[in-house]
């Protein structure tokens, strides 16, 4: 597959500094909650002080569906707050709230959010939920079915424990828990445990029914992951156990979900909890660190909320999903306009990060070739694209992890993102220094400039290139600069950079306005003849062909100008040269 620019080593870039401020401007609580009947939810941000005057802070707000559904519970709202010296420290917006008669449909969240669009203050605190309270009635709850009756089995007797608040309590060292369920799919089974600081536990499901696989996650009392396991033993068995040392006296909490896609009805697992002064020296899972907030781009994991992004920018980020839901990519968008090179890599990886880099058009469309970049060379795991922009508008950086990332390790997966642009300079034609006429002397001497001779012409028809005139047509010379012809050998990649310009200052250099565009180019395997890639120039005249996988040597043809050259792997910039001559005497 055709690339265009992801080679070029960019200049080393320094993090922007922090500006020095003393505003706060954020919500006033971290959690707002209203009755589903009582009208639009009030939601107010407010700022620490009033800017000085002449300085203004505007924030943007915005919802993001949490377990509330835009358009059925609420109404998706977003504008701005302007704070000046001149207006309230305190302003709010509301959120519509929709009165539906779903009933039994337990309380609803919606996320808020806060960006800072102008204006030197920092977000503190940048996000809040609003609770939408049911106030619905609760149907008559039905009688569930037991083992004892004969019954199939489909919900469980520790039932509702779908969440945290609703955490069957279980005793360590006490039975397991047997017959228990995670139907209907989605189902999820908290349990609630006391710990006593510096003691081991061991936590585990068994007896699963076959088509059950289940996963297990431990929480902290501050409900915060600490341990997770799927499976534990041997190939194909689906059980889970983690191992746990508590680092306080109080509860901890127990999740297990079914990740098998097969029906959950009628099977069963069972759970149990062990006290034990030192672990077992078996096979552990890994613990897990308390996880930090999300970067201060976030939420920014779609194209609407992409993050905005500064030319000449230096960064570090995380993949830390913004409400702990789901796993996170990372949209930013930089501002380019016709001739501008924007460069944009990855660079200081953790340890566990993998990054993967694509560029994507003003209305967030793939570029035609795709742009897109895994790793920057063999053994770095950072990614680098290069863009040259022909048109002015917005464009699109999405970053993601190659691997999926566990939620609760998300805070390892760092990375910084450096984007720097250029313009490519306009050479200026060197004239030749003049020198004496044989027999000079050194004051009166006539000087006479040396002549250098352009290589011949080949004539070549425009009208395959321009609206054919009635009168004369000038001849082109086509001059690519050259490049040694590789023999043929192993199989490898190769790169190709290949600019197709109009030299009509005849500086042999390529210029901004000179690129030809749509000029159609073909790779071809120079072994077997096999279409290797295929692609046409952009409005700079410029295409890329990035790792493209050959036998051997690598055949570049432009048909339109019967221009034919061979490279060999690694990487190659060729320029092919359009050259106009003089008219011919007599035509104006």
Not at 388 to 397: A, M, Q
Request: net charge negative.
């Amino acid at each position: 597959m055709a690339y265009l620019g992801a080679s070029l080593q960019p200049p080393a870039v320094g993090a922007i500094p922090a500006q020095q401020t003393n505003l706060q401007v954020g919500f006033t609580s971290t959690s707002f909650s209203v009755d589903e009947d009582d009208g639009p939810a009030v939601i107010q941000v407010q700022i620490n002080q009033a800017p000085p005057a002449g300085q203004t802070v505007v924030v943007e707000y915005l919802t993001v569906p949490g377990t509330a559904i835009a358009g059925q519970d609420y109404t998706t709202v977003t504008g701005q707050l302007t704070f000046s010296n001149s207006t309230a420290t305190t302003q709010s917006f509301n959120v519509p709230i929709i009165n539906n008669a779903t009933s039994n449909q337990a309380n609803r969240t919606v996320n808020l959010v806060l960006r800072i669009i102008s204006g030197q203050a920092t977000l503190a605190p940048g996000q809040a939920v609003l609770t939408i309270v049911d106030d619905d009635p609760t149907p008559t709850p039905t009688v569930r079915p037991t083992a004892a009756t004969g019954t199939p089995i489909f919900v469980d007797l520790t039932e509702p424990n779908d969440s945290f608040d609703e955490a069957h309590p279980v005793q360590p060292d006490a039975t397991a828990l047997c017959q228990l369920t995670l139907w209907p799919p989605g189902d999820e089974d908290y349990y609630v445990f006391a710990v006593k600081q510096g003691v081991f536990y061991k936590v585990q499901t068994d007896q699963l029914s076959p088509g059950l696989d289940t996963v297990l996650k431990i929480y902290n009392q501050n409900g915060e992951p600490i341990a997770e396991n799927d499976d534990i033993g041997a190939a194909g068995e689906f059980r889970s156990e983690v191992v746990v040392r508590a680092d306080t006296t109080g509860t901890y909490f127990a999740r297990a979900v079914n990740k098998s896609p097969a029906d959950a009805a009628n099977k069963t697992y069972c759970f149990g909890i062990d006290a034990m002064e030192q672990p077992t020296p078996t096979a552990t899972p890994t613990l897990l660190p308390t996880r930090v907030g999300s970067d201060t781009c976030e939420p920014n994991g779609t194209l609407a909320l992409a993050c905005l992004f500064g030319e000449n920018q230096s960064q570090e980020f995380n993949f830390v999903p913004p409400f702990n839901e789901g796993p996170d990519q990372d949209f930013y968008r930089i501002w380019v306009k016709p001739g501008i090179t924007i460069t944009c890599e990855t660079n200081q990886l953790s340890s566990v990060t993998d990054t993967n880099m694509i560029f994507l058009g003003p209305n967030g469309e793939d570029f035609n070739p795709q742009l897109g970049n895994d790793d920057k060379a063999p053994g770095d795991k950072g990614s680098r694209l290069t863009f040259t922009s022909f048109y002015t508008g917005w464009l699109t950086v999405l970053i993601g992890p190659v691997n999926p990332v566990p939620l609760a390790q998300a805070a390892q997966f760092t990375y910084t993102l450096a984007c720097t642009s250029s313009v490519p300079p306009t050479a200026t034609p060197t004239v030749p220094r003049p020198t004496a006429a044989p027999g000079g002397g050194g004051g009166g001497g006539v000087f006479v400039p040396t002549i250098t001779p352009l290589p011949t012409p080949t004539p070549f028809d425009l009208s395959a290139l321009l609206t054919p005139s009635p009168t004369f047509i000038p001849l082109v010379t086509i001059q690519p600069l050259p490049t040694g012809t590789p023999a043929t050998g192993a199989g490898g990649t190769t790169t190709v950079n290949l600019t197709v310009f109009y030299d009509s200052n005849f500086n042999f250099t390529p210029e901004i306005n000179e690129g030809i565009i749509d000029v159609a180019v073909a790779l071809y395997d120079n072994t077997n003849g096999r279409l290797l890639a295929f692609g046409y120039t952009n409005q700079s005249g410029v295409v890329r062909f990035e790792a493209v996988p050959s036998s051997g040597a690598v055949r570049v043809e432009v048909p339109l100008l019967n221009y034919t050259q061979i490279v060999g792997p690694g990487e190659s910039n060729i320029a092919v040269r359009v050259a106009p001559l003089p008219l011919p005497i007599g035509i104006p």
